[in-house]
């Protein structure tokens, strides 16, 4: 589909009243795509998680737009306002600030809202931290589950590890700097030294880290750099060998 092509298929671009879903990149903005500059140039709104975060996108497109936020503290009842622009016939983007809306960020409340009232969703594919990481893994990627960010208490992240030693596809999921240290550590001692893992660290961004061994290996070779940063973590199944 050409880059000045927004509408969806069967569908005229420009049509009145559409959701735009607007991935943006995860950390380098030269990863924004032709259809994303586009689509953001041509909306009367962006909804946006952080006004601040999404004003550093604009001034670097150099894009002048109407900001409104949309994230997890306000977004049931933002969701109904947006899909009432839509329903108005306004064309709106939604984006996070980093990825794809509604994949561990806010997003599913507002495009199911429009959806119920058969609004025009139109999403435009780009970024997304655990499709990058999978990309470049090295693991298994004909079946794969995400579970987004993992309970704060190691107890509930034991539990959770003990359910997937058996796995018979690879789990990939969100993890806090301020936990990664603490998750390591439960992943070596609950999984064993022999599982296969992947971990990603700021991805796309100048300091990007991605490396995948077994645990006996990735556990003291990760506590060894920098632990600061988004870290995106692929578990591989349990019969996986490197």
Same mark, same amino acid.
């Given at each position: 589909?050409?880059?000045?092509?927004?509408?969806?298929?069967g569908?005229?671009?420009?049509?009145?009243?559409?959701?735009?879903?607007?991935?943006?990149?995860?950390?380098?903005?030269?990863?924004?795509?032709?259809?994303?500059?586009?689509?953001?140039?041509?909306?009367?709104?962006?909804?946006?998680? !952080?006004?601040?975060?999404?004003?550093?996108?604009?001034?670097?497109l150099?894009?002048?737009?109407?900001?409104?936020?949309?994230?997890?503290?306000?977004?049931?009842?933002?969701?109904?306002?947006?899909? !009432?622009k839509?329903?108005?016939?306004? +064309?709106?983007?939604?984006?996070?600030?980093?990825?794809?809306?509604?994949?561990?960020?806010?997003?599913? %409340?507002?495009?199911?809202?429009?959806?119920?009232?058969?609004?025009?969703?139109?999403?435009?594919?780009?970024?997304?931290?655990?499709?990058?990481?999978?990309?470049?893994?090295?693991?298994?990627?004909?079946?794969? %589950? #995400?579970?987004?960010?993992?309970?704060?208490?190691?107890?509930? @992240? @034991?539990?959770?590890?003990?359910?997937?030693?058996?796995? !018979?596809?690879?789990?990939?999921?969100?993890?806090?700097?301020? @936990?990664?240290? !603490?998750?390591?550590?439960?992943?070596?001692?609950?999984?064993?030294?022999?599982?296969?893992?992947?971990?990603?660290?700021?991805?796309?961004?100048?300091?990007?880290?991605?490396?995948?061994?077994?645990l006996?290996?990735?556990?003291?070779?990760?506590?060894?750099?920098?632990? +600061?940063?988004? #870290?995106?973590?692929?578990?591989?199944?349990?019969?996986?060998?490197?």
């Amino acid at each position: 589909m050409p880059a000045g092509n927004l509408g969806a298929a069967g569908q005229s671009a420009g049509a009145s009243g559409r959701l735009w879903v607007v991935a943006t990149p995860l950390g380098n903005l030269g990863d924004i795509t032709a259809r994303a500059r586009q689509a953001i140039a041509d909306c009367d709104v962006v909804a946006c998680e !952080d006004t601040r975060v999404t004003g550093g996108l604009l001034r670097h497109l150099e894009i002048s737009k109407p900001m409104l936020a949309y994230h997890e503290h306000n977004e049931k009842d933002v969701a109904v306002l947006i899909a !009432d622009k839509v329903a108005g016939g306004a +064309k709106v983007a939604l984006i996070t600030d980093a990825g794809t809306p509604g994949i561990s960020d806010p997003g599913f %409340r507002v495009t199911r809202e429009c959806r119920r009232r058969g609004l025009t969703v139109t999403p435009l594919p780009g970024p997304c931290a655990i499709v990058a990481l999978l990309s470049a893994s090295g693991l298994p990627t004909n079946a794969f %589950r #995400f579970v987004g960010f993992l309970a704060p208490k190691s107890a509930a @992240r @034991r539990r959770f590890l003990e359910s997937i030693k058996s796995a !018979d596809e690879t789990v990939v999921l969100h993890e806090s700097c301020h @936990r990664i240290s !603490d998750f390591l550590d439960e992943m070596l001692e609950e999984l064993g030294p022999q599982r296969v893992v992947c971990v990603g660290r700021e991805l796309t961004k100048l300091h990007e880290t991605i490396r995948t061994s077994a645990l006996a290996e990735l556990v003291p070779a990760m506590k060894a750099g920098s632990l +600061k940063g988004e #870290f995106t973590v692929a578990i591989a199944p349990a019969d996986f060998v490197l």
